[in-house]
C-alpha cells in the first residue's frame, strides 16, 4: 500500500505544468525600446551637481542709438538772414521737443536773434517812410510751435522735416522802428546720435510772413533764412 501511494504521489507532481513565465513588454515594430529615466549626472570633485545644458540665451534688446524718447531739449546756435524790416544777425535757439506719434513730435522753440542797429529808413519823396535793412540788421525775440517729422534712420542719421508758426517782435533801434510779426516756418534738418542719451543737429528753415510795424509803416513782409547748429539731450 504504501509503495503504490509513493508511485501515485510521484506520477500526478511529474504531470503538473510549469507555471508560465512573466510576460514582458514587447515593443510594437518600427519603434525602439522605452531607454528609461535619464541618467543623472554624477557629481564633479567639489560635491556640486555639473550645470544642466540649456537652449541658447536670449539676449535683452539693447536701446537704439537713434532714439530720441518721449522729450528731448536741445540748443542751437547759428546765423539769421534778414533784410528790409526782417530782422537777422546772431540766431540762438532752444527747443523742447514732445513725441505725439512714432514719427511726429511737438517742437516748441524760442529764438533770438541779434544784428546791427545801423540806420536804413528815410522818407522817399511822397514822404513815406521806407526801411531797407541789410541781412545782418536788426534784433528779435519769437516763440514758435511745429510739427517735427522724424524719417527713417540710417545709422546714427536721421533726417527730419518741421513746419510750424510763431509770434515775434522785431526792433531796429537806430531808427526807432519796432513791430510785431507772424512767420510761418519751414524746414528741414539732420540729427546724428552720439549716444543713447545726446545727438547733435544740425538744421536750416525759411520764415515767411507779415508784421505790423510802427512810423507809419503799417503792415510789412517778413522773409528770412536761418541755418543753426547744436546739441540735443534726451530728458526721457
Do not use: K
Given at each position: 500500500?504504501?509503495?503504490?501511494?509513493?508511485?501515485?504521489?510521484?506520477?500526478?507532481?511529474?504531470?503538473?505544468?510549469?507555471?508560465d513565465?512573466?510576460p514582458?513588454?514587447?515593443?510594437?515594430?518600427?519603434?525602439?525600446?522605452?531607454?528609461g529615466?535619464?541618467?543623472?549626472?554624477?557629481?564633479?570633485a567639489t560635491?556640486?551637481?555639473?550645470p544642466?545644458?540649456?537652449g541658447?540665451a536670449?539676449?535683452?534688446?539693447?536701446?537704439e542709438?537713434?532714439?530720441?524718447?518721449?522729450?528731448?531739449?536741445s540748443?542751437?546756435?547759428g546765423?539769421?538772414g534778414?533784410?528790409?524790416?526782417?530782422?537777422?544777425?546772431?540766431r540762438i535757439?532752444?527747443?523742447?521737443?514732445?513725441?505725439?506719434?512714432?514719427?511726429?513730435?511737438?517742437?516748441?522753440?524760442?529764438s533770438?536773434?541779434?544784428?546791427?542797429g545801423?540806420?536804413?529808413?528815410?522818407?522817399?519823396?511822397?514822404?513815406q517812410?521806407?526801411?531797407?535793412?541789410?541781412?545782418?540788421d536788426?534784433?528779435?525775440?519769437?516763440?514758435?510751435?511745429?510739427?517735427?517729422?522724424?524719417?527713417?534712420a540710417?545709422?546714427v542719421?536721421?533726417p527730419?522735416?518741421r513746419?510750424?508758426?510763431?509770434?515775434?517782435l522785431?526792433?531796429?533801434s537806430?531808427?526807432?522802428?519796432?513791430?510785431?510779426?507772424?512767420?510761418?516756418h519751414?524746414?528741414g534738418?539732420?540729427?546724428?546720435?552720439?549716444?543713447?542719451?545726446?545727438?547733435?543737429?544740425?538744421?536750416?528753415?525759411?520764415?515767411f510772413?507779415?508784421?505790423s510795424?510802427?512810423?507809419?509803416?503799417?503792415?510789412q513782409?517778413?522773409?528770412?533764412?536761418?541755418?543753426?547748429?547744436?546739441?540735443?539731450?534726451?530728458?526721457?
Amino acid at each position: 500500500m504504501i509503495a503504490i501511494a509513493l508511485v501515485a504521489a510521484a506520477g500526478a507532481a511529474h504531470a503538473q505544468p510549469a507555471p508560465d513565465p512573466i510576460p514582458t513588454e514587447q515593443p510594437l515594430p518600427g519603434t525602439s525600446p522605452d531607454p528609461g529615466p535619464p541618467a543623472t549626472p554624477a557629481p564633479d570633485a567639489t560635491g556640486a551637481p555639473p550645470p544642466v545644458a540649456t537652449g541658447p540665451a536670449i539676449a535683452a534688446p539693447s536701446e537704439e542709438p537713434n532714439e530720441i524718447g518721449d522729450q528731448a531739449i536741445s540748443v542751437e546756435v547759428g546765423a539769421a538772414g534778414g533784410g528790409r524790416v526782417t530782422p537777422g544777425g546772431l540766431r540762438i535757439t532752444g527747443q523742447f521737443l514732445y513725441q505725439l506719434s512714432d514719427e511726429d513730435w511737438f517742437d516748441g522753440a524760442a529764438s533770438f536773434t541779434f544784428g546791427s542797429g545801423s540806420p536804413a529808413c528815410f522818407r522817399d519823396r511822397q514822404d513815406q517812410v521806407v526801411c531797407s535793412h541789410g541781412v545782418a540788421d536788426g534784433a528779435g525775440v519769437e516763440v514758435s510751435a511745429s510739427i517735427r517729422r522724424m524719417f527713417a534712420a540710417h545709422g546714427v542719421f536721421r533726417p527730419f522735416a518741421r513746419l510750424g508758426v510763431g509770434l515775434g517782435l522785431a526792433r531796429f533801434s537806430d531808427d526807432d522802428v519796432s513791430g510785431f510779426t507772424i512767420p510761418a516756418h519751414a524746414g528741414g534738418g539732420l540729427r546724428v546720435a552720439m549716444s543713447p542719451a545726446i545727438a547733435l543737429v544740425a538744421e536750416g528753415e525759411l520764415a515767411f510772413g507779415f508784421g505790423s510795424f510802427s512810423r507809419g509803416l503799417g503792415s510789412q513782409l517778413q522773409f528770412g533764412l536761418a541755418i543753426t547748429a547744436g546739441a540735443e539731450f534726451r530728458l526721457r
